[in-house]
């Protein structure tokens, strides 16, 4: 704060002493805890800024060398360090944590996902290029897997963690914090009395003349507020710069900037247009003081002050006050519900259907005249939940489901949903899109990737049956209480049947599917097996993308 400690008044000793070390330890407990979130953010963001730029750097060395085989799972480890890095951001914060919203487990789990992604993707690069000799790559891509090693490191830390556990705000008597983060203790006399245990405030008073201060602050004193003083305009925005306060008393006429122009830059100011000013004035100044009402002071108070008059003005002042602070925690509150809840909803269904049903649309179908389908299988898994227990067989497949969530994100495909150990996605809807099966076929090896990479221990490890056909669906939502955005049609059959007739570790597509990719991607053909009400059909085997034509 600025200005001289005799413009600070302290409260007389009859009990208001624990009003000003309350507020003293809340301020100091605020800012040694924005202390410590800082350096939380700053250690978590350091290597992480060392994964995001030496994945930029790689990407375009690949570009100019003309290896453009690395750029694929460059661009996804860059692109799973930026989305860390927003989950860091938006949740190691001190409004996050005083919101009781915030997770730790939670943070743990999604990052931990992130990292797992970009050390199994940096580890297959290092693989490539010490197969292919360049070794040029592999020490900035040892440097990213060091860099991402030491941030799992961290999350891992339980004592480095520990200030995140410790969130809790300070309250008040009322059990709710005070809108300006300054701790409020309730002050009761010894006798009782009601004027004793009216609402009181933090107070800045701002006059020109001395004693008008002096007579004011002390009149204040004695109903229990906390108050500072200024003697003009310039010198009370200095102070709000660094104080908030419950109430202003504002003259009117002071030098260097007076009550007019400090109120209206006030009521510019973001930080400070919803504080209450009350102006002060003689009655012949009653022209100005209409203006101030009109610029959007509260109330005035006439010079010289009767106290009951004074009592009632302030008191009225705070309590609109406090209800004004109400309504904007219940805003809040109501804002971040209605955040969650949209979570929720986009949890089941495609934002843009979402957002046709919160538009009020009540039966939803489309017909899709090209798009892709994917199921999986966790071949054996069903077998392996007889052998272990359930919370860890729940684990184990929420991980790898997980993986998967993120993978249809960063190609831009639909979920549909889970099957047990079995999963499905779409692509080219609800919003079409010419390039639907080549993100899946993306999506489909990327897969692949991840599963092999797992590892649980004990000879535990998981392969996949993958099964993709493309061509018309239809596409809706389905239920009334709980549902669905679901898909209909031979395509869906067809993939369908590719997975559950397919071979283990393998993906099967169906000739549709073959003819949209097969200028892009390496195939083997199957020939022809037998589907269920389809009779035989052409099928292939997806092994991998063709290698891009080297430049002359």
């Known amino acids: 704060m600025t200005g001289k400690d005799s413009n600070i008044r302290k409260p007389p000793a009859t009990g208001t002493t624990s009003t000003v070390v309350s ?30 730029g030496y994945s930029e750097m790689l990407q375009e060395e690949a570009a100019d060398l003309g290896l453009d085989a690395y750029v694929p799972d460059l661009q996804k480890i860059h692109t799973a360090g930026t989305q860390l890095l927003t989950l860091i ?5 001190h ?49 990213i897997h060091k860099a991402a090693k030491t941030l799992l490191g961290l999350l891992n830390d339980t004592e480095f963690l520990k200030p995140l556990k410790k969130g809790a705000r300070k309250m008040n008597f009322a059990g709710e914090p005070d809108a300006a983060g300054i701790v409020v203790t309730s002050l009761r006399s010894v006798s009782g009395t009601a004027a004793a245990q009216a609402l009181v405030g933090f107070i ?47 003259d009117i006429l002071m030098p260097e900037l007076d009550g007019l122009q400090t109120l209206e830059m006030l009521k510019a100011d973001p930080a400070h247009r919803y504080t209450p000013v009350i102006m002060l004035s003689a009655l012949d100044e009653l022209d100005s003081v209409v203006r101030c009402i009109e610029m959007g002071a509260e109330d005035y108070l006439p010079k010289p002050f009767k106290p009951v008059l004074l009592n009632a003005r302030i008191g009225a002042c705070l309590e609109k006050k406090r209800l004004r602070d109400q309504e904007h925690a219940f805003l809040a509150q109501l804002r971040l519900e209605r955040e969650k809840s949209e979570r929720l909803l986009l949890n089941v269904l495609p934002k843009s259907i979402a957002d046709r049903l919160k538009q009020g649309e009540t039966s939803i179908a489309d017909s899709f005249a090209d798009a892709t ?56 809807l609800p919003v ?29 490890k998981f392969d996949l049956r993958i099964g993709i056909s493309s061509g018309p669906v239809v596409a809706g939502i389905i239920g009334s209480k709980k549902f669905i955005y679901d898909l209909w049609g031979d395509t869906v059959n067809i993939a369908f049947r590719m997975e559950s007739l397919g071979q283990i570790g393998a993906i099967q597509v169906s000739e549709a599917t073959y003819d949209h990719l097969k200028d892009k ?11 269920k009400g389809k009779g035989k059909m052409t099928t292939f085997l997806l092994t991998g993308r063709k290698a891009l034509a080297t430049p002359a």
Request: aromatic share 6%; with cysteine; proline share 2%.
């Open 204 to 250: 800045l008073v701002v006059d020109d003349n001395e004693m008008n201060r002096d007579m004011l602050c002390r009149r204040l004193e004695r109903q229990g507020h906390t108050v500072l003083e200024a003697e003009n305009g310039r010198k009370a925005l200095e102070i709000l710069e660094s104080v908030r306060v419950d109430l202003v008393l504002l």
């Open 95 to 143: 409004t996050r944590l005083e919101s009781g919203k915030f997770e730790l487990d939670s943070l743990q789990r999604d990052s931990r996902t992130l990292l797992d992604l970009i050390i199994g993707y940096d580890e297959l690069c290092q693989e490539d290029a010490g197969e292919q000799d360049h070794a040029s790559f592999i020490a900035d891509l040892k440097k």
């Open 432 to 460: 079409p899109r010419p390039d639907h099966a080549e993100a899946m076929a993306e999506m489909a090896l990327d897969m692949q990737k991840v599963v092999t990479r797992l590892d649980y221990g004990s000879g535990r």
């Open 521 to 531: 991607y390496v195939f083997e053909k199957r020939g022809k097996i037998e589907v």
């Open 373 to 428: 389908v994917l199921f999986a299988d966790l071949v054996d898994f069903t077998k392996l939940s007889s052998h272990i227990p359930a919370p860890e067989l729940v684990r184990m497949l929420d991980e790898i489901f997980s993986k998967f969530d993120w993978l249809a994100e960063l190609h831009h495909l639909e979920k549909i949903k889970t099957i047990g150990d079995a999963y499905m996605v779409a692509g080219g």
């Open 23 to 52: 507020k003293r330890r809340a301020k100091e407990t605020d800012t040694s805890q924005d202390t410590v979130l800082s350096g939380i953010r700053h250690n978590l963001r350091t290597p992480l800024n060392q994964i995001i």
């Open 89 to 93: 951001n938006d949740n190691i914060s």
